[in-house]
């Protein structure tokens, strides 16, 4: 970090950091924290899928039904994942247990501390610039094993040093699990 750079006020961060029931760390990132994403995708997806119905409403030729129908699927894939999918992050106990949950229904990946070589950055999402507003960059933290797999312990930090905050947390947290 660059020293006219302030550093990371943790009382500002999106994604809640709290004690685990172990005695280890839990980092929480919300569902539905980027809202500026998600209602951006949600107005792609309705005018696709009103498109869609359109063509099938006036019999277009099939291959531009389903080359919108396969877009308008893909989209709310992606509006699902930004409105209702939430991710924990519990270190204690000597493992990383990354807890996914879409409509409540969770997915957990469980890797020992001892397996974990780092914790690193990746840009995600990102937004272009336009005449109203500046291009800006979302933050995946990824668990990176001695195999060199990855696993995505976060996704969507919108401030790049609350990314670096929390990936530096993490490692700490996992170095003295």
Known sequence: MSS???EFDPKTAMVVVRPSALGGTEYYF???????PAVGMTFFFLLFAWITGALIYFDV?????????????LMLIFVVDLWFTSTRVVIEDGKVRVIRSTFGIPRTTTIPCSDVTD???????????TMTQDAKAYYDLRIVRKNGKEVTAGSSVRDKREAEWLAEQMLLQIASS
């Not at 030729?61 to 699927?73: P, T």
């Open 61 to 73: 030729a099939w291959i531009f039904e389903i080359g919108f129908g396969f877009f308008s699927a």
């Open 4 to 6: 006219s750079e302030p």
């Open 119 to 129: 914790v690193k950055l990746k840009i995600g999402m990102q937004q272009q610039q």
């Open 30 to 36: 919300g569902a539905a924290r980027n809202l500026g």
